[in-house]
């Protein structure tokens, strides 16, 4: 089999447990090595990042391969508009800052990862 290239898009932060679970179904079912899964937060999706109980699943997943991104501007957005502030070095080590995640998104589709937006 090919290797399958994967972009999942988290904006809203209820959608994480939909996503993680996603991500452990494609993985069990296609094989790790042969998956490369990139999870982009965008939006209030970011605030994720910062939740212990999405943050556990997620570092399994990084173990298995799994790259998540977060957008700098939904950082400075979410700031801006009078929610929570979230700090870019309180992120756990395994998330990958990118300065816009729509930029990252369409680089990835140009790729030929395939979208999937839970």
Not at 12 to 19: D, T
Not at 97 to 108: D, H, L, W, Y
């Amino acid at each position: 089999m090919d290797k399958l290239n994967v972009l999942i898009h988290i904006n809203e932060n209820e959608k994480w447990k939909v996503a993680l679970g996603n991500i452990s179904n494609l993985l069990n079912d296609a094989g790790d090595e042969n998956v490369d899964v990139v999870v982009i937060a965008n939006g209030y999706a970011v605030y994720g990042y910062a939740d212990s109980e999405k943050v556990s699943p997620m570092e399994q997943l990084a173990v298995r391969g799994v790259k998540f991104i977060a957008c700098r501007n939904s950082f400075s957005n979410m700031c801006q508009e009078g929610v929570a502030c979230l700090k870019e070095e309180l992120m756990p080590s395994f998330i990958t800052i990118v300065p816009a995640g729509i930029t990252e998104i369409a680089k990835r589709q140009l790729d030929g990862y395939a979208y999937i937006k839970p």
